[in-house]
């Protein structure tokens, strides 16, 4: 077991270099843990697999070091996030954006003068939470969007938008799923994002130097439980972090991202494993999350290579007012599985956690990474 082992703890990293701080999403483990990996367990050729690809990072990374990079997600944002995040662009798209943005401005300054009859975009909830000005300026830029020709600008400037939406929505924050005033002026959406999509432009132009000439990207908005797409045997290496469960509803909080975006929102809601739906709202038991990861196991099994490896970065969690320690449990069905446990390495969660919410350090949880092999 000694063999293998990572150092985890990566307190007072930067975490947000070229395309890492790209929009909002919870949760998020520390780009140092892939590329540490990645150096000590890849070689050239491989191709590496974020069964949970989440915001990205992992698929960052591998195509930073050249490697193949493949990515599954149930939450359609967060594929869309991922390709942006790790797709390169040619210094021709990076012009054509700067001429987006200049074009944004232009329509601002239009609108300052006189604000032009418009017919809003019709979303779920658009009344509740989103005043008037924000849903016209909003339904506009989606409309310049829409006539951008480039598949990878077009979804360059829907993630720069989608990362705006909460702060001109109603919704209190990220992570409190509250309704408030918030008194937000005419054309501040439109500021909003022209600044948010010059970062993010400067920072893709910095990615699209580094990132290594070799390599590819795929990604799949799809259940990591049924990964049919994969063929048997043609992956590596998997690094990846599976949900909390009982402690997030990802699908929650990017709800009206997506419904402006035109992503399906009932998809993840309804096969996002872990989430506090499950297990809070449905009260489901304890035994559906093991279930859940047993599949999801199973499939990682199938598609790696003999002698691949799998990191798996995951945290306890209480269920029904039971603390479920997931190493013990992970450990527990790995023999049914048929994937070897190399090693364990824990550390409280209070010490270091990912979360965005204290309360889900509590309780004696800790995190894990699990180091599996086939």
Request: overall charge neutral.
């Amino acid at each position: 077991m000694s063999d293998y082992s990572i150092d985890f703890d990566f307190s007072g990293a930067d975490t947000t270099y070229l395309t890492h701080s790209l929009h909002p999403y919870p949760a998020k483990f520390p780009p140092q843990l892939p590329r540490v990996i990645l150096e000590k367990y890849g070689s050239a050729g491989m191709t590496v697999l974020d069964p949970f690809c989440g915001s990205g990072t992992t698929l960052v990374e591998a195509r930073l070091l050249g490697f193949d990079a493949v990515g599954v997600d149930v939450n359609g944002l967060s594929t869309l996030l991922s390709k942006v995040k790790a797709t390169p662009l040619p210094a021709s798209a990076i012009r054509d954006l700067r001429a987006f943005m200049a074009k944004v401005e232009s329509e601002a300054e239009t609108w300052n003068k006189h604000r032009p009859a418009i017919e809003v975009k019709q979303i779920e909830g658009l009344e509740h939470w989103f005043q008037h000005n924000v849903a016209e300026e909003l339904t506009h830029l989606l409309n310049l969007i829409g006539t951008v020709g480039d598949e990878d600008e077009r979804d360059f400037l829907k993630i720069a938008l989608s990362s705006i939406i909460v702060r001109v929505s109603n919704q209190e924050s990220d992570t409190r799923f509250a309704a408030r005033n918030k008194n937000i002026p005419d054309n501040f959406t439109f500021r909003q994002f022209v600044g948010r999509a010059n970062e993010y432009l400067d920072r893709v132009a910095e990615y699209s130097k580094a990132v290594s000439k070799t390599g590819s990207l795929a990604l799949y908005n799809a259940d990591s439980r049924n990964l049919s797409m994969l063929a048997d045997g043609s992956i590596d290496l998997v690094i990846t972090s599976p949900p909390y469960a009982n402690t997030y509803d990802y699908y929650l909080y990017h709800k009206f991202r997506k419904r402006w975006l035109d992503i399906d929102v009932k998809f993840a809601q309804y096969n996002e494993i872990g989430s506090r739906r499950e297990y809070s709202s449905l009260k489901k038991p304890a035994t559906q999350w093991t279930a859940d990861l047993m599949l999801c196991f199973r499939e990682m099994y199938r598609v790696m290579k003999q002698g691949g490896l799998a990191f798996i970065v995951i945290g306890d969690s209480v269920i029904k007012k039971e603390l479920i320690k997931i190493d013990e449990v992970i450990c527990g069905f790995m023999p049914e599985v048929g994937l070897e446990v190399c090693n364990v390495i824990s550390s409280d969660l209070a010490e270091h956690s990912r979360m965005f919410n204290p309360t889900f350090t509590q309780k004696n949880k800790k995190e894990h990474l699990i180091i599996l092999k086939k």
